[in-house]
Structure formats: structure tokens, C-alpha cells
């Protein structure tokens, strides 16, 4: 009797480190969240071990025992852990050459900390009204806070401001943006619009879906 109860609690412990390693597995892949790069083939990649190189694209979910390679230098790629929204951190590309990280190397690093609407049911936040919040992008897009402001590069967790104004540079380019809600809006560029015309539900264009 000793002996099948032993057997079983050793069993148990094999299905519940089985269970611990594949959520520590889950948590060191990294979410591609922002993407942008000047070549139509892709000059942001990943591979695992001596595979080949995968061309990166926004949305990809990179695995933990891979590495990233960036070989453009205007080019650059921001990444969150798949189970933290909230923590991002960004790879540029090098003046020259390459530059090449492991995933394990790149979550010992500092992370960049951002937040998002936490709406409760059907009640929106209030710290993110008449805002909305870079939830992913792919391409270059240019936000201005106000006339008097300077052009910036939107980057992932920005905080977009009512009086703001958002410029999609290149075709088929895109961003996400989250309102008060939670809800997220998709659009496709190339595009000028205010960011007004997002949060009042005005359409884009006809092809725009843009949730209440």
C-alpha cells in the first residue's frame, strides 16, 4: 500500500513540474507588438538554435530558446513577454553590421513599463478618457500632441491625446488603438486623421470599422 502511494505522490510531482516548466516555457516567449522595417523583405528576423532566419511580423509570438536579429539601422522591433502586456523592450538596428540577441538576454534587461485601460464591465476608465493607447503598430507612424508640439515617432503604450494628430506613413501600414473601453480600432495607412475622429466613431474611410 506504502508502495502504490509512493508511486503516486511521485507521479503527482512529475505532472506538476511538467505543468511548472510549461508555464515558465510560456512565459519566456516574447509578442512582437511594434515593428518597423525599410525593406519590403524584412530586415527584422528570428530563428531558434542553427534554424533558419524567420522574417518577423507584428503579432508573431517568439520562442524562448530563440534570438533576434536586427541588420538594418534605421530598423527596429519592440517586444513584450507573452504573459506581460505591460513590460516592452525595444531592439534598433546598428549603424553597421548586425545586432543579434537571445531572448533569455533580452528579458534580463530593463523593460520599458506601459499600461492600458482597465474598464469595469461596461464602465470605461476614467484615467483614459478622450485618449487612446498604442495597443500595436507595424510601419512608421508620426503623432503630433498639439500645434505647438514636435513630430514623434509613436511607439507601443503610447498615450494618445484627443487634440492629437496621427500621420500613417507608408501603404498597408497599421495601428491599433485601445479607447477607455478596452475596445480596439485597426487602421491601415497611408492616412492623416485626428485623433478625435477615432474616439467620436467618425469614419476614416468607408472601409474603417470603428467599435462604439
Do not use: C
Request: hydrophobic share 40%.
Amino acid at each position: 500500500m506504502r508502495q502504490i502511494l509512493r508511486g503516486a505522490a511521485v507521479l503527482l510531482l512529475l505532472v506538476v513540474a511538467a505543468g511548472s516548466g510549461a508555464a515558465q516555457a510560456k512565459a519566456g516567449t516574447l509578442k512582437v507588438v511594434g515593428l518597423y522595417s525599410e525593406t519590403s523583405d524584412g530586415s527584422v528576423s528570428y530563428r531558434v538554435r542553427t534554424g533558419e532566419w524567420v522574417v518577423a511580423k507584428v503579432g508573431d509570438t517568439i520562442p524562448a530558446n530563440a534570438e533576434i536579429r536586427v541588420n538594418v539601422d534605421r530598423d527596429w522591433i519592440e517586444v513584450t513577454p507573452s504573459n506581460n502586456p505591460n513590460a516592452v523592450y525595444e531592439i534598433h538596428g546598428p549603424d553597421s553590421g548586425e545586432v543579434i540577441k537571445r531572448v533569455p538576454d533580452i528579458l534580463k534587461g530593463k523593460p520599458r513599463l506601459v499600461s492600458f485601460p482597465k474598464p469595469k464591465g461596461t464602465t470605461p476608465d476614467p484615467k483614459y478618457k478622450d485618449k487612446l493607447v498604442v495597443a500595436q503598430y507595424l510601419g512608421r507612424q508620426v503623432y503630433v500632441a498639439n500645434p505647438d508640439a514636435d513630430e514623434k515617432d509613436i511607439q507601443y503604450g503610447d498615450v494618445l491625446d484627443i487634440k492629437g494628430k496621427v500621420r500613417i506613413i507608408a501603404i498597408n501600414n497599421t495601428i491599433n488603438l485601445m479607447n477607455a473601453s478596452g475596445k480596439v480600432t485597426t487602421v491601415i495607412g497611408p492616412l492623416n486623421f485626428d485623433v478625435e475622429q477615432v474616439l467620436t466613431n467618425k469614419q476614416l474611410y468607408k472601409y474603417l470599422n470603428v467599435p462604439k
